[in-house]
Every structure is written in structure tokens, then in C-alpha cells.
């Protein structure tokens, strides 16, 4: 369950203007240094802004239309960017990383 809510905070957080620095996750909640904050129920994600995603199979489909699939450890965003994972870190097309540490995920 925390490697399905890394990945989905992860691809929610990394476009959004007020992008987070860290994050950790309490349980099926997590956390993060810029306010926002979100709760997984099931096979969806409530975001404290208001945003939601829900996963179906391998694709993820935000509230505010762009969705996502990944393909082993790849991601392809309706948008055309993208992330590939390996190891603890995600690389973001747009040049961000995450990189997870424990129960936190740490952004440059």
C-alpha cells in the first residue's frame, strides 16, 4: 500500500505549481512541508486541496483530468511527460527526482 500511495502523491504533487519538498506518510495518510495533505480509501486518493485520483488496474485518473499509466517501472502522463523509477528514486521528465527514505519521499 505505501509504494501505490508514494506513486500516486508523487505524480499529483510533482505538477502542481506549489510542489512539495517532503512528504511522510502516517498509515494511509500522508503529510507534506507545503500544507497539502491526503488519505487513501480504498483504490482512491482525497488531496486536502480538493483533488482526487482513482486507480484501475495499472491507470490512475485524476479530478482534474489527467491520468496516468505505468508500465513496469515507467509512468506516462496524459500530458506527455513522464517518470521512470529505479531503485528508491523517481526521475520526472521535467527534471525533478524523489528519492524515498523510510516512511518519507525527499524532492529537489
Not at 486536502?48 to 486507480?55: I, L, N, R
Not at 513496469?72 to 528519492?99: A, H, P, R, V
Amino acid at each position: 500500500m505505501r509504494t501505490f500511495l508514494f506513486t500516486i502523491f508523487l505524480m499529483t504533487f510533482s505538477y502542481s505549481p506549489s510542489f512539495s519538498q517532503s512528504c511522510t506518510f502516517i498509515g494511509d495518510s500522508i503529510f507534506c512541508d507545503n500544507g497539502l495533505s491526503g488519505t487513501s480509501i480504498g483504490d482512491s486518493t482525497f488531496y486536502s486541496d480538493g483533488t482526487s485520483s482513482t486507480t484501475i488496474g495499472d491507470s490512475t485518473f485524476f479530478s482534474d483530468g489527467l491520468s496516468a499509466t505505468s508500465i513496469g517501472d515507467s509512468t506516462f502522463f496524459s500530458d506527455g511527460t513522464s517518470s521512470t523509477t529505479i531503485g528508491d528514486s523517481t526521475f520526472f521528465s521535467n527534471g525533478t527526482s524523489c528519492t524515498a527514505i523510510g516512511d518519507s519521499f525527499f524532492c529537489n
